[in-house]
């Protein structure tokens, strides 16, 4: 099941925002995954990511190193432009 984006907020650990994409077959999760790629050197905006063969784990942080550094309107633009990666990818 897909998942939004999830808000995690401090004092949990350092506030980002989670999300796990799940796809149909590992062509899907690799055609997303360079699709990440290029957004992601477009932007020069890298989240972490962890994968399988059908699914995705995403975290976007702040940009700024600060510690007390909180998710603002830049993630969450960034957040969209990976959802925008989804258009006409078969989801699980």
């Known amino acids: 099941m897909n998942q939004p984006w999830t808000p995690r907020p401090k004092p949990e650990k350092a506030e980002r925002l989670e999300r796990r994409i799940e796809f149909a077959d590992y062509a899907t999760t690799r055609d997303f995954l360079e699709r990440l790629n ?3 050197e477009d932007t020069q905006r890298f989240p972490d990511i962890s994968f399988g063969r059908t699914y995705v784990n995403l975290t976007v942080r702040p ?3 600060e510690a007390d550094a909180l998710i603002g309107p830049e993630e969450e633009a960034f957040a969209g432009q ?4 989804l258009d006409g990818l078969a989801l699980g």
Do not use: F, M, R, Y
């Open 63 to 65: 940009e700024s190193t």
């Open 38 to 40: 290029t957004l992601s």
């Open 82 to 85: 990976i959802d925008g990666l």
